[in-house]
């Protein structure tokens, strides 16, 4: 018998400079796309159009269009129920827009935020 000690599978050797260009990469990929969802249009509407409203992929408010008949209609509860649910729309699918750009830069894994900003 040989005196030999079992010391698992060798990991060979690991390059930290390249684990760090790596995220570095991948936090510029996740810059470009960032600003690609801020420069990214959602819409969504209430009342079969309505209420319109456009949003910017990281939810700002850009525009909201209301049909002049909800106004002379006078139902002022209605017209706001209106607004608030074209705004709602729009927000989750800008949410839902601003998460697929970046799991597609992160191949799907979850990044904590401000990971990469570390380095």
């Given at each position: 018998m040989t005196d030999e000690t079992n010391q698992?599978?060798?990991?060979g050797s690991f390059d930290m400079s390249s684990?760090?260009?790596?995220?570095?990469q991948?936090?510029?990929?996740?810059?470009?796309?960032?600003?690609?969802?801020?420069?990214?249009?959602?819409?969504?509407?209430?009342?079969?159009?309505?209420?319109?409203?456009?949003?910017n992929g990281k939810g700002t408010i850009l525009r909201v269009s209301i049909e002049p008949v909800l106004f002379e209609s006078g139902d002022k509860e209605m017209t706001e129920d209106l607004v608030a649910a074209a705004v709602n729309q729009a927000?989750?699918?800008?949410?839902?827009?601003?998460?697929?750009?970046?799991?597609?830069?992160t191949g799907g894994l979850p990044?904590?935020?401000?990971?990469?900003?570390?380095?």
């Open positions: 698992g599978p060798s990991m684990l760090i260009g790596q995220a570095r991948i936090q510029e990929r996740m810059q470009k796309a960032q600003e690609e969802v801020a420069n990214m249009k959602v819409e969504g509407n209430a009342g079969g159009g309505m209420v319109v409203v456009e949003a927000l989750v699918k800008a949410r839902q827009a601003e998460k697929d750009q970046m799991a597609n830069v990044i904590p935020p401000g990971l990469l900003n570390l380095l």
